[in-house]
């Protein structure tokens, strides 16, 4: 089955304690991003891959890291997490060709 | 800098009443248009897009869309809408630079 799939689905931390949330598609597509979803601002994308070992920041990057050292994966880091960085998070590949993008379940964040 | 805005940010229905969402983009140029939909709980999925051709777009579950470069405009129609179409609905362009901008979402509440 076609998909992406994103760990944790839930995380609770504390300021400042590093974080990884893991991203994977199976697809083979080359085009992934990675989105904070907030009330009333809708999706902001944070990063984003033309392909392996190719990324670069979207409108929201500051306090985040992305790594792509494989096709399949893209994980989001946060070094040293704040209060600010709790929303939902969505990753999303797609198929350059068709630029049509395939959302994972999402990641509920809470930094306290 | 390109945006997109989606004018109703809640929508109240009942079954079987229209249902007509407006989005307007900034950018002059050739554009690809997409809308998504989040049911509660779940992730984003794709409703229906344009990228060129006839401007009435079908998509599923009874959508359409209508682009109208003039306007700027790419509103979101169904004719008779179910309580079943509870849900965020997300107005996105992209003007190939595979940095798409989300509007800010509509909630559509529909009330059996």
């Known amino acids: 089955e076609a998909q992406v799939t994103q760990n944790p689905r839930y995380l609770i931390t504390v300021t400042g304690k590093k974080l990884t949330v893991t991203c994977s598609q199976n697809?083979?597509?080359?085009?992934m991003s990675w989105y904070r979803q907030d009330p009333g601002l809708g999706l902001r994308q944070i990063y984003y891959s033309m392909n392996v070992e190719v990324t670069d920041k979207g409108d929201v990057p500051e306090g985040y890291k992305v790594s792509r050292k494989e096709k399949r994966n893209f994980p989001l880091i946060l070094e040293s997490p704040s209060p600010n960085q709790t929303s939902l998070y969505f990753c999303?590949?797609?198929?350059?060709?068709?630029?049509?993008?395939?959302f994972g379940p999402g990641t509920r964040l809470t930094v306290l | 800098a390109q945006s997109v805005s989606q004018h109703n940010h809640h929508v109240i229905l009942s079954e079987a009443a229209s249902l007509e969402l407006g989005c307007n983009y900034s950018y002059g140029g050739t554009v690809n248009l997409f809308w998504y939909v989040q049911y509660p709980g779940q992730h984003l999925q794709l409703l229906l897009k344009y990228f060129s051709g006839d401007p009435l777009v079908k998509g599923i579950k009874g959508f359409e869309a209508e682009f109208i470069k003039s306007k700027f405009s790419f509103n979101l129609r169904k004719p008779s809408v179910q309580w079943s179409d509870t849900a965020e609905y997300f107005c996105?362009?992209?003007?190939?630079?595979?940095?798409?901008?989300f509007g800010r979402g509509t909630s559509l509440i529909v009330h059996p």
């Open positions: 996105a362009v992209n003007r190939g630079s595979y940095i798409p901008t």
């Open positions: 697809m083979n597509h080359e085009y």
């Open positions: 999303a590949s797609s198929n350059l060709a068709t630029d049509t993008q395939y």
